[in-house]
């Protein structure tokens, strides 16, 4: 039986899918305005290897992972860099697809952007004004009555008496209470607007995955993710939303994985450790990156640092040299009970234990180069694959895992479209960068009158 810790009840729980054999998954994604970080890696590779091990585990999955593209922060920047939002959100959207398969990181079943999706915000709000659970501020916003929902906190373990005690910010813009949270936002000069029952204005952000997730999973579903920052008021305030509206269960399982701290040091621009994905895919092999992020327990602090990397590009070249001395035979299929695969999901039903799933890869590699047995280099590719690791060519990863093996089609035809945004956009610098590293990658670029073609060199 797969368990999975809850943070809704604080405890490791069996995991009984709402329908038997399948799973509704929803995870909170990023926001577009800029590249993302390690914080973000984090949340894309451990909920990957959570919907894989849900498929290899004989469930049928549906992921969701949205993508805000409508937000204070996506206004700022545009405005900042005079550019239009769509172009801004397109630019690094492509950007995030780039990181994402350079991770390995499988795209979801569905990937809603807010944008899409204001009719069904405007809809929910209006039946928490119905419900008594909402009313319109005195500038013309719509907030959410926080008092007025019975069980507020019970994700975080926060008491509405404790957080009062901590607001030192007074009532303003016509709320009724500090801890009330904006579901609709009455439209600004040169912002984007929607027109409203309420007036033109834009929706909150905590109203977009509520509505998001209904439309794509139902207004009941199996488990809800995200990074633990999320945890309040995000995801508080989405079970305020959601069950307001509809008087009944949101989500039976939230998953939540925890912070990544550099040097021990919590990640943070304000501190000048913060960074992108492809700062640290410059100095590391991608897959390294991977595996050092699914060496630790997905809900334990994750502490970058050089040396870390460097250890995991070490282990991981352990495997791949077991796997380079001893030519795997074929495998029709893990035979999940066969010791080493045994032993391996059990780790992995274990709120998906990957260190001690990787124990099981390392104890089946020593035994492949003990013995040279084709049919266990088979099961240890295997195995690995079910986290994504271990299916590039072995002296490929070994020579450096640089060249053509960094780049799939899939990933070649993100980085075009990511220069073809950065070129509509007269950012030339950007462009002329994803030119050079696809050359550099042994891949060359042409661009023709039908649009940009690639070879390798």
């Known amino acids: 039986m797969q368990k999975i810790y809850n943070t809704l009840s604080r405890t490791k729980q069996d995991f009984i899918p709402i329908e038997p054999g399948k799973v509704r998954m929803y995870v909170c994604g990023m926001t577009v305005y800029d590249y993302c970080h390690l914080g973000h890696a984090r949340v894309l590779v451990v909920f990957d290897m959570v919907q894989r091990w849900f498929r290899a585990s004989g469930l049928d999955v549906t992921y969701v992972r949205n993508i805000t593209d409508i937000d204070d922060k996506i206004i700022k920047r545009a405005a900042e860099n005079g550019e239009e939002i769509g172009a801004l959100t397109g630019r690094f959207i492509a950007a995030m697809d780039e990181d994402a398969a350079a991770l390995g990181v499988e795209k979801p079943t569905h990937e809603p952007r807010a944008t899409q999706y204001v ?11 119905k419900n008594s659970l909402a009313y319109v501020a005195g500038n013309g916003d719509v907030c959410y009555s926080v008092r007025d929902f019975q069980g507020y906190g019970k994700l975080s373990g926060k008491s509405l008496d404790d957080l009062r005690a901590g607001e030192r910010v007074e009532v303003v813009d016509g709320k009724r209470d500090p801890l009330d949270f ?10 984007p607007a929607w027109e409203s029952p309420w007036g033109k204005g834009r929706p909150g952000w905590h109203i977009e995955c509520s509505v998001m997730s209904d439309a794509l999973l139902g207004e009941h579903f199996d488990i809800h993710g995200g990074g633990a920052d999320l945890q309040f008021p995000h995801h508080e305030n989405e079970i305020a939303q959601s069950e307001g509206t509809h008087g009944h269960q949101h989500v039976n399982y939230w998953i939540h994985n925890g912070f990544v701290r550099i040097d021990n040091e919590k990640m943070s621009k304000s501190l000048g450790n913060f960074f992108t994905i492809r700062e640290v895919l410059e100095k590391y092999d991608a897959e390294v990156v991977r595996f050092f992020i699914l060496r630790a327990h997905y809900r334990s602090p994750l502490n970058y640092s050089d040396q870390h990397l460097d250890d995991a590009k070490g282990a991981l070249t352990r495997l791949y040299t077991a796997l380079k001395n001893v030519a795997p035979s074929s495998l029709a299929g893990i035979d999940w009970h066969e010791p080493y695969a045994a032993a391996f999901k059990n780790a992995m039903d274990d709120d998906f234990a990957t260190p ?21 280099a088979a099961l240890l590719k295997a195995l690995g694959g079910v986290l994504g690791l271990l299916q590039r060519d072995p002296s490929a990863f070994l020579q450096g895992g640089a060249g053509e093996a960094s780049f799939t089609p899939e990933s070649i035809e993100v980085l075009i479209a990511e220069r073809v945004a950065a070129k509509k956009a007269k950012n030339y610098a950007e462009a002329d960068r994803i030119r050079k590293d696809l050359l550099d990658g042994g891949i060359v670029l042409e661009d023709t009158p039908q649009g940009t073609i690639w070879r390798r060199a």
Do not use: C, H, Y
């Open 119 to 129: 009719a069904g915000m405007i809809a929910m709000i209006e039946t928490l004004i």
């Open 182 to 191: 904006v579901l609709w936002k009455s439209a600004k000069p040169a912002e």
């Open 356 to 376: 001690e799933a990787l124990a099981v890869l390392f104890d089946l590699a020593n035994e492949v180069n003990k013995t040279n047995d084709e049919q266990r």
